[in-house]
C-alpha cells in the first residue's frame, strides 16, 4: 500500500484513527479538515439546488439566474474542496520531497520543523540525517490538522523508523526555549497563517531568526503569500533568497521563502 493510499484514511478524521489498534502506514493527517469538509458540502448542496432551479424553466428569470449563481458557487466551493483532497492525498508528499531537496544536507545538522502536526517535515528530515537531529515543535491545534496528537506523530515515528532522530516539544513559534543560534535548517509548513495577528505572525519570524545558526537556512512555506515573512526575515538581518508561489509543486496554494543568517 502507497503512502497516499494509506493516507486516504485520513479523510475519515480522527475517529478512525483512535479505534486503528494496528496502524501499519504512517497517516501525515489532513489540513483543516473542518474546512474541507465544509467546501465539499456547499460545493455539492449548492449545485444540486442550483440544477434543480435550472431545470424548472417555468419559475421564470429570477430562478434561472439563482440557478446559474448557485452552480457557479457550488462548483467553486467543491473545486476548493478537492484541491484540499488532493494536497493531503498526494500534494504534501511531492511538495515536502521538494522542499528537503533544496537543503544541501551533510547529515549532522540540527533541524527545527516548526508546526510539526503528524511529522511532515520532521519526518521527511530525520531521513536525511546521520548524526544530526530533527526537533518538531507544536501546539497540536486539532482544527488545524485531523488527528494532531503526540501519540499520533510518535506513532508515525516509530512506524519511519526515525526515533533516535527527532525530537517532539510542545512550544509555541511565538516565544520558543531555544537558545540563540541553535539550528542549522528551519522549516514549516502550513504554520504560520494560523497566527492570525500580524504583529505576532512577524514575531514568530524574528523568534525563528534568533534560532537560527549564522550559515543556516530557512525555508516557510504557506498558503498565502511570504512576502511579510520575507520581510520580516529582511529586518531579522536575514538574507532572504526567494519568496514566491509553488502551486504546481504542491497542488494547492503553496508559497515559500527562503532565506539564510550571515555567518
Ligand atoms: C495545517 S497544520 C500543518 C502541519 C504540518 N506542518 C504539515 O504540513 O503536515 C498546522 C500546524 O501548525 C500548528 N500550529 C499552529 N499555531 C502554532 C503555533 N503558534 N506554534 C506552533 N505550532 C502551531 C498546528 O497545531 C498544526 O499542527
Not at 41 to 56: Q, W
Not at 137 to 148: T, V
Not at 173 to 191: E, G, K, N, P
Request: aromatic share 8%; glycine share 8%; with cysteine.
Amino acid at each position: 500500500m502507497s503512502e497516499s493510499h494509506s493516507n486516504k484514511q485520513n479523510l475519515k478524521g480522527n475517529q478512525t484513527q483512535k479505534s486503528s489498534h494496528h496502524q501499519v502506514k504512517p497517516n501525515y493527517g489532513v489540513d483543516a479538515p473542518g474546512v474541507m469538509w465544509n467546501f465539499l458540502r456547499v460545493g455539492v448542496s449548492a449545485i444540486a439546488v442550483g440544477l434543480l432551479s435550472l431545470s424548472f424553466n417555468t419559475l421564470g428569470i429570477i430562478a434561472f439566474c439563482a440557478g446559474l449563481v448557485l452552480c457557479t458557487v457550488g462548483l467553486v466551493s467543491l473545486t476548493l474542496g478537492l484541491v484540499m483532497v488532493v494536497y493531503a492525498l498526494r500534494g504534501k508528499f511531492i511538495y515536502r520531497d521538494y522542499m528537503l531537496s533544496l537543503i544541501d544536507w551533510q547529515g549532522d545538522e540540527m533541524v527545527l520543523d516548526v508546526g510539526t502536526g503528524r511529522g511532515l517535515l520532521m519526518i521527511g528530515a530525520a531521513k536525511r540525517l546521520t548524526t544530526g537531529k530533527a526537533i518538531g515543535i507544536d501546539i497540536w491545534n486539532d482544527e488545524d490538522l485531523s488527528g494532531n496528537t503526540v501519540e499520533n506523530t510518535l506513532k508515525n515515528v516509530e512506524l519511519e523508523d526515525v526515533k533516535d532522530r527527532i525530537e517532539l516539544m510542545t512550544e509555541d513559534v511565538r516565544q520558543m526555549s531555544f537558545a540563540d543560534d541553535s539550528f542549522d535548517v528551519i522549516l514549516s509548513t502550513y504554520c504560520l497563517h494560523n497566527i492570525e495577528n500580524e504583529q505576532e505572525r512577524e514575531a514568530s519570524c524574528l523568534e525563528i531568526a534568533r534560532v537560527l545558526e549564522p550559515g543556516g537556512t530557512v525555508l516557510i512555506s504557506d498558503y498565502i503569500p511570504t512576502h511579510d515573512y520575507a520581510k520580516a526575515f529582511t529586518a531579522a538581518g536575514l538574507s532572504v533568497k526567494s519568496s514566491k508561489p509553488y502551486l504546481l509543486k504542491a497542488f494547492a496554494p503553496m508559497w515559500m521563502v527562503v532565506a539564510t543568517k550571515k555567518c
